[in-house]
C-alpha cells in the first residue's frame, strides 16, 4: 500500500512542479502580449501547497539524496512564493527550486521502479 500511495505522490509532485515550471517560463512571454495578463504569486504559492504535501508524504520513506533534494527545492519555492508576495519582487529561486522538484520526484521514481 506504501509503494502505491509513493508512487501516486511522485507523480503528482512530478506534474505539480512541471506545471509550476510550465507557468513560470510561459507567462513572462504571455505578458508581453496584450491580453491584460499580470502575474499572480497566489498561483505560485498554490503550487507550492501541492507540491509541499507531495513532498511530506514522499520523504518518510525516501533515500536521504531525494529528502535533501525535495526539502531544499520546496525550501527555495516557497521562498520566492513569499519574497513574491511580500516584497513584490519575482527571483529565479522559483525556477531552481521547480527543477530541484522535478530531479528530486524523478530520482525517488525510478528508485521505486529498481527497487519493486
Do not use: Q, R
Not at 13 to 38: D, M, W
Not at 102 to 115: A, D, E, M, P, R
Amino acid at each position: 500500500m506504501k509503494k502505491t500511495t509513493s508512487l501516486k505522490m511522485d507523480i503528482l509532485g512530478i506534474s505539480s512542479a512541471g506545471l509550476c515550471l510550465l507557468h513560470c517560463l510561459i507567462f513572462p512571454l504571455l505578458s508581453i502580449l496584450p491580453l491584460g495578463l499580470s502575474h499572480n504569486p497566489y498561483i505560485d504559492l498554490a503550487f507550492a501547497t501541492v507540491g509541499l504535501w507531495a513532498v511530506l508524504n514522499i520523504i518518510k520513506k525516501a533515500s536521504l539524496i531525494v529528502v535533501v533534494l525535495l526539502l531544499t527545492s520546496i525550501t527555495l519555492i516557497l521562498l520566492s512564493a513569499f519574497i513574491d508576495i511580500f516584497l513584490d519582487y519575482h527571483t529565479n529561486l522559483l525556477i531552481v527550486g521547480g527543477i530541484g522538484m522535478i530531479l528530486g520526484h524523478l530520482i525517488n521514481y525510478s528508485n521505486h521502479k529498481n527497487t519493486h
